[in-house]
């Protein structure tokens, strides 16, 4: 099992940039953050949770269609962070922002039912 702390979240005008971090600790199944999947989903009200990025053991990375080149999922294993940089932000953007664990990593795109660990969200808003 993992424990997983969101921090970053705010408001910025359209254009403007956040950095998103995951604090990650590793517990019974999971010895080792290094050796979990890790990803970033979001959500916007009425809509459904979606796959944002992922990074996998080797640090290998995916994102969905709409934030590629913007956004940049990494990770410290030393700190146990996940990152997300969020660059060029866009009303579209403004979500609640969840960061999830699974082990192993599955085909793009990820699905909630996936992971077994999540954090409680941090709010993005991006204003016109």
């Known amino acids: 099992q993992v424990q997983l702390v969101e921090s970053g979240g705010g408001s910025v005008q359209t254009g403007g940039s956040l950095k998103l971090s995951c604090a990650a600790s590793a517990y019974g199944y999971s010895q080792y953050i290094s050796t979990i999947c890790m990803a970033w989903f979001r959500q916007a009200p009425g809509e459904e949770r979606e796959g944002v990025a992922t990074i996998d053991s080797y640090g290998n990375t995916n994102y969905a269609d709409s934030v590629k080149g913007r956004f940049t999922i990494s990770k410290d294993n030393a700190k146990k962070t996940v990152y997300l940089q969020m660059n060029s932000l866009k009303p579209e953007d403004t979500a609640m922002y969840y960061c999830?664990?699974?082990?192993?990593?599955?085909?793009?795109?990820?699905?909630?039912?996936?992971?077994?660990?999540w954090g409680q969200g941090t709010q993005v808003t991006v204003s016109s």
């Open positions: 999830a664990a699974d082990d192993p990593c599955h085909r793009w795109p990820p699905r909630k039912s996936q992971f077994g660990s």
